[in-house]
T-cell receptor
Framework: DGGITQSPKYLFRKEGQNVTLSCEQN?????MYWYRQDPGQGLRLIYY???????QKGDIAEGYSVSREKKESFPLTVTSAQKNPTAFYLC??????????????FGPGTRLTVT | AQSVAQPEDQVNVAEGNPLTVKCTYS??????LFWYVQYPNRGLQFLLK??????LVKGSYGFEAEFNKSQTSFHLKKPSALVSDSALYFC????????????FGTGTKLQVIP
């Protein structure tokens, strides 16, 4: 899992509550990503950030929000607007060399259960 | 739009036998291709990548992959499977031009039977 930490490993919330998932990296990587993993669907991109104070929506950004105030940190908030929030959430980072990002390094993931 | 297909949900192989996990892709321009492995309840680990150069790419844990441009494939291979290779394997692709998002396949579960 390299130098990326995600906390907590398991998270339980009641429907209607916002929840923030933590992601920190000490790899000095410029780019960071959030993915959602559901059985049989692979990984789907929620948000990504290439530099501090800038981020872009991915394929399934609705109901999620992010911030990138520091290079090392990229927290994800799952809002009450997300209709099916129960999933395994993965954070990743990559070197961004002259605008090109290569392989990604993943954190251990946070399993979120909303009831 | 770019896409990745992993046609087999599961591959079973006997320990010591060679293994192949298939991947085909569709992307405009030149592809960057990746293989990742995921153990239960863990994040993905990078195995290998094709950016340019030799079509046969060697990676971690004895794995290799062959880039075939005409067949738009990037199959993952290992000469002799270990029980510890049992895991979920993901193929991924992105376009080589500038920043482009990565598209992942749906994953193939590899089961190595003792």
């Amino acid at each position: 899992d390299g130098g990326i930490t995600q906390s907590p490993k398991y998270l339980f919330r009641k429907e209607g509550q916002n929840v923030t998932l933590s992601c920190e990296q000490n790899l000095n990587h410029d780019a960071m990503y959030w993915y959602r993993q559901d059985p049989g669907q692979g990984l789907r991109l929620i948000y990504y950030s290439q530099i501090v104070n800038d981020f872009q929506k991915g394929d399934i950004a609705e109901g999620y929000s992010v911030s990138r105030e520091k290079k090392e940190s990229f927290p994800l908030t799952v809002t009450s607007a997300q209709k099916n929030p129960t999933a395994f959430y993965l954070c990743a980072s990559s070197i961004d060399h002259e605008g090109v990002s290569y392989e990604q390094y993943f954190g251990p993931g946070t399993r979120l259960t909303v009831t | 739009a770019q896409s990745v297909a992993q046609p087999e949900d599961q591959v079973n192989v006997a320990e010591g036998n060679p293994l192949t996990v298939k991947c085909t892709y569709s992307v405009s321009g030149n592809p960057y291709l990746f293989w990742y492995v995921q153990y239960p309840n863990r994040g993905l680990q990078f195995l290998l990548k094709y950016i340019t150069g030799d079509n046969l790419v060697k990676g971690s844990y004895g794995f290799e992959a062959e880039f075939n441009k005409s067949q738009t494939s990037f199959h993952l291979k290992k000469p002799s499977a270990l029980v510890s290779d049992s895991a979920l394997y993901f193929c991924a692709v992105r376009n080589s031009g500038g920043y482009q998002k990565v598209t992942f396949g749906t994953g193939t579960k590899l089961q190595v039977i003792p």
